[in-house]
């Protein structure tokens, strides 16, 4: 079964949100920031937890205690830090625990020395 499909509500008016277009979760105090891949964000009332618990697990991965980002737009991925697609100016920290996590969920492949 497919996850049911996300709405936004922004004054009165229930917009669909395409999963495919989210790129990061960001914390913002008791809210949630999330970007979008053409640059523009909202800022919901929902914590970062409450969110990941949404979102499907197969897509989305929790970086670091204030960041989550879709696995569709992991560009560089670095001891500490992560690099997006279409965001290739700044650098999200990871964290050692989830930078674990994230190797242990992707297909890593090295090249003959």
Do not use: W
Not at 6 to 28: A, G, P
Request: glycine share 2%; proline share 4%; no cysteine.
């Amino acid at each position: 079964m497919s996850s049911p499909p996300f709405f936004i509500k922004t004054d009165s008016v229930l917009k669909r949100v395409n999963l495919d277009e989210i790129v990061l979760l960001q914390v913002s105090g008791n809210y949630t920031k999330f970007f979008f891949k053409n640059g523009k964000f909202e800022i919901l009332r929902l914590s970062l937890d409450a969110a990941m618990k949404l979102l499907p697990k197969s897509q989305f991965i929790r970086i670091h205690r204030n960041y989550a980002v879709s696995f569709d737009y992991v560009d560089v991925v670095k001891k500490d830090t992560v690099t997006l697609i279409g965001r290739t100016d700044e650098e999200y920290p990871i964290s050692k625990q989830n930078y674990d996590v994230f190797v242990k969920r992707v297909v890593v492949l090295e090249p003959v020395q």
